[in-house]
């Protein structure tokens, strides 16, 4: 007998008990891998989770592994209750996914004894502005090809909503209107994969239920739902060109025909107009100087926005600075454009007021924003803000040091007349996407 042979007979014992200790270990780790409903995930990026852990937010995300099981679940708590839909119409990405899933397990069998699954219809709620108030529909075809024994088409009986998340219902009962019109007699009961507690609405089934998850299998923390993340965003604009940017001249407080838009800045303007069509914008906040209110008229075209005009996002006074180009400048003022340059809070000759001082305004009005999305909530808010170049920059910068990340000085920042640069607010803070 060899040395292994021999160490192992001397040792059978201890080798048995470590053998059974370590497939103990392994099956409880599968045990727990097939049956824990959510998986905490760690994210550094601010804006996402409820709860922090040395620094890092923690969010929980459901298993696909979950929503299979309570479909199944699900499935035989209809069957049991003998109420199996003719149609399913799924509400949103996660209804369209939960009840893809459902209609797989709710298959039938059809005259040929072969199983069918349940017809699956998609609504979407959408959103619109209208008198400056926020509001929506729930859109869809809903169209249901059911015949009967000699072929002829018939109307379901029996419907069943299907929604991704349950928190208001609001969304569900839309949906249920939608349907009842459609088909007027038809029995409807509703289903949701999710349903958070405090229960706040009321559901027919209910696949899981629970408090804290905000991430369900489909989405990650780039797609966390928007009543979650209760999300600002906010398009800071700077206004197009002007006869006198043209000119690389200095344009402060100027408010002049020179200082109002050229050809080019017009032709600016109404391509930010149709960058903005589609983003769902519900107000936009601008500078009262002349260039900016037309930036900002563009952008709001023949819709119903409101245009809150803002003295806090005036351009800084360039005082005896105004309307001269930069070359004269560097001429006439040598030293006082080399400080300029290289001196954040430098204060321009003749100027009533210091970078110092925008940013405080700046501050004012970043508040004015959280409050007025503050008014806007449980929805989330996409707002526009039309200012200058110098306040722009003085914004972007600030927002940036707040996420160390800030520049040395606010000059290093670009912006271009007619730029958008995006902002997100969440959990009171402002972060450049």
């Not at 119409?89 to 059809?110: E, F, Q, T, W």
């Not at 209110?293 to 809150?308: P, R, V, W, Y």
């Not at 930069?326 to 290289?342: G, P, S």
Request: with cysteine.
């Amino acid at each position: 007998m060899n040395n292994l042979g021999q160490f192992f007979l001397n040792n059978l014992w201890g080798v048995l008990f470590w053998s059974l200790v370590g497939n103990a270990i392994f099956a409880f780790v599968l045990w727990l891998f097939r049956n824990v409903k959510s998986f905490p995930v760690f994210t550094i990026d601010k804006r996402y989770g409820s709860k922090s852990f040395l620094g890092l937010k923690i969010y929980k995300r459901l298993r696909w592994r979950t929503a299979e099981k309570s479909a199944i679940n699900l499935a035989n708590q209809i069957r049991q209750d003998e109420w199996n839909p003719d149609l399913i119409v799924g509400i949103g990405r996660g209804g369209a996914i939960y009840g893809a899933m459902l209609s797989y397990k709710l298959a039938k069998k059809d005259r040929r004894g072969k199983k069918k699954n349940i017809p699956l219809a998609i609504l979407e709620r959408q959103y619109r502005i209208e008198n400056n108030q926020r509001k929506s529909k729930v859109v869809g075809d809903i169209e249901c090809f059911l015949t009967d024994k000699e072929g002829n088409l018939i109307a379901p009986e029996k419907v069943l909503l299907v929604a991704g998340e349950g928190h208001t219902g609001d969304t569900m009962n839309m949906a249920k209107e939608l349907v009842n019109k459609k088909y007027p007699e038809a029995e409807t009961k509703s289903c949701v994969f999710y349903q958070e507690l405090p229960l706040n609405s009321h559901f027919d089934y209910s696949g899981v239920t629970g408090k804290g998850f905000n991430s369900m299998p489909w989405q990650d923390e780039y797609t966390l739902r928007e009543s979650y993340m209760d999300k600002c965003i906010i398009y800071i604009v700077r206004h197009c060109e002007t006869k006198l940017n043209g000119e690389d001249r200095f344009v402060g407080s100027t408010d002049d025909e020179e200082a109002m838009l050229n050809k080019k800045g017009i032709s600016q303007a109404k391509k930010l107009a149709e960058f903005f069509k589609d983003k769902n914008i519900i107000r936009i906040y601008s500078s009262p100087l002349k260039r900016c209110l037309q930036t900002a008229n563009a952008i709001k075209g023949d819709s119903d926005l409101f245009i809150e005009v803002e003295d806090d996002l005036r351009e800084m006074d360039y005082g005896k600075w105004e309307k001269m180009k930069r070359e004269d400048i560097e001429k006439q003022y040598n030293q006082e454009y080399k400080d300029y340059i290289d001196k954040p809070n430098f204060t321009l000759p003749g100027s009533k007021e210091s970078p110092g001082k925008v940013e405080k305004r700046i501050i004012r009005f970043l508040k004015t924003i959280a409050k007025f999305h503050e008014s806007q909530k449980p929805y989330p808010t996409a707002i526009v803000v039309v200012t200058h170049k110098t306040v722009g920059r003085i914004m972007i910068n600030y927002i940036l040091k707040k996420q160390k990340m800030g520049k040395k000085h606010y000059r290093d920042i670009k912006m271009e007349n007619g730029s958008v640069t995006t902002v997100l607010f969440d959990n009171d803070q402002f972060y450049i996407q």
